[in-house]
């Protein structure tokens, strides 16, 4: 588990399948799949196989 102190954070799956969990639930994803992580929101991400999976994270400063 971690979070991201002031930074909301985008995930966007390019290869790969796994379980994405947050303080709300736990969800699986595949390719193509986009999730949003508001800042200071505990989550994690799980690649239960021995595949290498690819993402794009974009954070962005929620104060200055």
């Not at 390719?31 to 999730?35: A, H, I, N, R, V």
């Not at 992580?37 to 200071?40: E, G, H, L, V």
């Given at each position: 588990?971690?979070?991201?102190?002031?930074?909301?954070?985008?995930?966007?799956?390019?290869?790969?399948?796994?379980t994405?969990?947050?303080?709300e639930?736990e969800?699986?994803?595949a390719?193509?799949?986009?999730?949003i992580?508001?800042?200071?929101t505990?989550?994690?991400?799980?690649?239960?196989?021995?595949?290498?999976?690819?993402?794009?994270?974009?954070?962005?400063?929620?104060?200055?």
């Open positions: 588990w971690h979070h991201h102190d002031d930074i909301d954070e985008v995930m966007l799956v390019l290869k790969g399948g796994g994405v969990s947050d303080e639930g969800y699986d994803y390719q193509g799949d986009l999730f992580f508001p800042a200071n505990r989550h994690k991400i799980e690649n239960p196989t021995e595949t290498q999976h690819e993402y794009v994270f974009v954070r962005v400063a929620t104060r200055t």
